[in-house]
């Protein structure tokens, strides 16, 4: 079973269908390329949807993962460990704020923020029992759990996975005056992304985030930011809520965070919001397990030098302006994003955003279709400008062929 055919195969046969992968089976990478098995080398313009933001095998971080598997992987919380407070206090300093509630994938991480903004509503603002409510945004992707899916509004999503949780109400994304309506007196948060990945890389009218900032305070709400795939220098800031000087209540940050070694995530908070947990309320086994913390220590270092946020800035002039070029061929409908992140929408005649990829795939570039005509983009922060160039000059040769 060596050959991609036999891979793919096997794996159609032996996994559940969650997925439907471009037909590229990936063996070794490295920085912004990937190697399949047969040789052939694909640049990555996916980037794990940003949880390789440093790119693949970045040296730092492999060397700190494996200094930390030398010593000790995992601890539980029953006990301390050595890199514990150093990850907390370092995240939380990132962050502007006090504390942090680690765990494992973003959806955990979803999870445990609408825990927190729950008891937050019931031990601080004085919610009645059971009629906490939070805001979302439609078109929003915040993961795949039960919860989660209860407040989609993707059909695929939600479709024979209910009943769903209740205590949601789903507003359009970029309204102020839906999202002022929506705000009672038992809103405990509103949630939302600050650039919607999976609905396109849908980035709010300007003065958005602002907005749901005053009302927030204004209603003594929650703004709870998901920045798991628009943080930790995607975007050209630290954070996405930067581009609007807007900082949130709550934090929720995973994918980059892990280096791309391994699922890191966390709530980041103040003390009064986080400080509503009380031993046994709320747990997980692996969150901040040494090795965990080992490698989001490299990472904050990193981010802290700023020299990624100033490459993704820079280099996503360059690439929005290449896309911006494409806008008059008759094949590019729209192009959207910021920073290192694009989300381009391929007119009918060109096929559809799944199309474009496998034709991608052909020339030795891998993105990725979002939902309906998106091809979303989201290089590695340490793709070089040659590179980026190459993988646009293809996208733009596949477009002109359609």
């Known amino acids: 079973m060596t050959t991609a055919e036999d891979l793919i195969a096997a794996a159609d046969a032996h996994s559940a269908h969650t997925y439907h992968p471009l037909p590229v089976v990936v063996a070794t990478a490295e920085g912004a390329w990937v190697t399949d098995v047969a040789g052939r080398r694909y640049l990555d313009l996916l980037a794990g949807y940003s949880a390789l933001n440093f790119g693949h095998g970045n040296r730092r971080l492999v060397r700190a993962a494996e200094r930390q598997l030398a010593r000790v992987t995992l601890t539980s919380r029953a006990f301390h460990h050595d890199r514990f407070a150093a990850f907390c206090t370092e995240l939380a300093e990132l962050c502007g704020m006090e504390m942090v509630l680690p765990v494992n ?45 209860s407040f989609s509004t993707d059909p695929q999503a939600r479709a024979d996975f209910g009943p769903y949780t209740p205590g949601f109400e789903i507003v359009p994304y970029g309204d102020l005056t839906a999202m002022r309506r929506a705000l009672t007196e038992n809103t405990v948060a509103v949630l939302l992304e600050p650039i919607q990945g999976e609905s396109g890389v849908i980035v709010p009218p300007a003065g958005y985030l602002a907005g749901v900032r005053e009302l927030t305070r204004e209603r003594n709400v929650l703004f709870v930011a998901d920045e798991i795939q628009s943080g930790l220098g995607r975007t050209g800031r630290t954070f996405a809520c930067e581009h609007e000087d807007v900082v949130p209540d709550v934090y929720v940050l995973g994918k980059a965070l892990g280096g791309g070694i391994l699922p890191v995530s966390a709530v980041v908070s103040s003390a009064e919001v986080l400080g509503v947990f009380r031993p046994g309320e709320h747990g997980s086994t692996f969150g901040g397990n040494p090795l965990a913390c080992a490698v989001a220590l490299e990472v904050i270092a990193m981010l802290r030098t700023g020299e990624y946020q100033a490459r993704a800035a820079e280099l996503g002039e360059r690439l929005h302006r290449r896309l911006r070029g494409l806008l ?8 959207r994003g910021r920073g290192l992140w694009a989300g381009v929408d391929v007119a009918p005649r060109a096929g559809t955003a799944r199309q474009v990829s496998e034709r991608l795939v052909e020339r030795g570039v891998l993105v990725k279709d979002a939902h309906g005509p998106t091809v979303r983009i989201s290089p590695p922060l340490v793709v070089t400008e ?9 996208l733009a040769a596949v477009l002109d062929g359609a």
Not at 121 to 145: L, S, W
Not at 328 to 335: E, I, P, S
């Open 105 to 149: 994938s973003g959806a955990e991480a979803v999870e445990s923020a609408v825990k927190t903004a729950r008891k937050w509503g019931y031990r601080v603002k004085g919610v009645p029992a059971e009629m906490a409510k939070v805001v979302v945004a439609g078109g929003n992707f915040h993961g795949r759990t039960t919860t989660v899916i």
């Open 328 to 335: 008059g061929t008759g094949a590019v409908t729209a192009v």
């Open 386 to 394: 040659e590179d980026l160039d190459w993988g646009l000059d293809r």
